[in-house]
């Protein structure tokens, strides 16, 4: 579920009358998502032709001063022709807006649906969009320091202890302790760095067919190392349900899409094995600290580190292979 916060119809009016987007015709919860609250909005539109929004309610994991960076990029990107939602003004002109002590925006909806099988076409042009953006986003004026990057995932899987991650797999401390003081001693310093999606998975995808139509939940973006982005896709996009089995084809598809717009140094290429490890141990270590703060019969479905590393041993083993092919 992903609604947590319960807007009366007469809030809603309220709200949307900020806008100039028509009258409130209906509010629905999406399901889908885990960090906002989300509503399909439809308004009788702004010449009577009737419309359709996404509201977007921040509920956590959100710092509201990083809100005119995700939404400002949202409309930099936008303009430029990258398949995002772009965000509706108030009448202010402001993006953004308060609900009671909670920060609410009105986005663009655009249609699509997040694939739960890619296929190589499909990757291929997630790797174009992905691509794109980081080249649009190049003379967008706002920065954003990444907060998850290798310290902050030691400082996450400390925090949580090797007893407490022991009790989601008896697997998992060892995964964790034979790759991230590797990582931590080897991570680069010296790639190029763009603004970066850096939560590209599936789910924040919309396709119709074999086309992106919109990339969607910038909520992680920020300022990091280019490559990584392609990476924490990679790793994403690449492999069957629970990261049991690498697809070769989906994996070389999104590279190829990827280098078809914006191609890859040497160097960007030699470090992908160790980004996409990070990448994985990124994924890993947010999982464990969601699961160990959700209660096991919350309402929210808990996802699994294990998924994440598996994929993490995957890369320690073929990482090589994949990327230097
Ligand atoms: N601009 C949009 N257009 C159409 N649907 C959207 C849009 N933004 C979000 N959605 C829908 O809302 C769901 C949750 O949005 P998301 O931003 O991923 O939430 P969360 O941050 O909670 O994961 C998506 O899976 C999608 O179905
Ligand atoms: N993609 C991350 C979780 C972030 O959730 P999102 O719904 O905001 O994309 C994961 O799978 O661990």
Not at 27 to 50: F, P, R, Y
Not at 303 to 316: I, T
Request: glycine residues 8%.
């Amino acid at each position: 579920m992903a609604v947590y916060t319960h807007l009366s119809a007469e809030d809603l009016a309220r709200l949307i009358g900020h806008y100039d987007v028509g009258k409130l015709v209906s509010a629905k919860g999406i399901a889908e998502g885990i960090s906002n609250s989300n509503w399909l909005v439809e308004t009788t539109g702004s010449d009577g032709n009737g419309a359709r929004f996404i509201l977007t309610m921040y509920e956590r994991r959100i710092d509201l001063s990083d809100l005119p960076f995700f939404l400002g990029l949202l409309d930099h990107l936008s303009a430029k022709g990258v398949p995002v939602p772009r965000t509706i003004h108030d009448r202010d002109g402001a993006s953004s807006r308060m609900v009671d002590d909670k920060a609410v925006a009105l986005i663009e909806y655009l249609p699509g649906v997040s694939v739960g099988h890619p296929t190589p076409e499909q990757a291929r042009a997630v790797g174009i969009a992905l691509a794109d953006l980081h080249l649009a986003s190049t003379d967008f004026a706002l920065t954003r320091e990444n907060d998850l990057r290798p310290r902050d995932w030691a400082a996450i899987l400390a925090d949580a202890g090797a007893g407490a991650i022991g009790t989601i797999d008896r697997a998992l401390p060892s995964v964790i302790e034979e790759s991230l003081s590797d990582l931590l001693e080897h991570w680069p310093e010296d790639l190029p760095s763009s603004i970066v999606h850096a939560d590209l998975f599936p789910d924040n995808v919309l396709m119709l067919g074999s086309r992106v139509s919109a990339l969607i939940d910038f909520y992680f973006s920020c300022h990091d190392i280019t490559a990584y982005d392609l990476a924490v896709t990679h790793v994403a996009w690449s492999f069957t349900a629970g990261g049991h089995d690498y697809r070769t084809e989906v994996g070389a598809a999104l590279l190829e899409g990827y280098q078809s717009v914006r191609p890859l140094s040497q160097s960007e290429i030699a470090a992908l094995p160790l980004l996409a490890q990070g990448a994985a141990m990124r994924f890993i270590a947010t999982r464990i600290q969601d699961w160990l703060d959700t209660p096991a019969d919350a309402l929210v479905t808990r996802k699994d580190p294990m998924d994440f590393a598996r994929r993490l041993q995957f890369y320690r083993r073929d990482g090589e292979k994949v990327f230097n092919a």
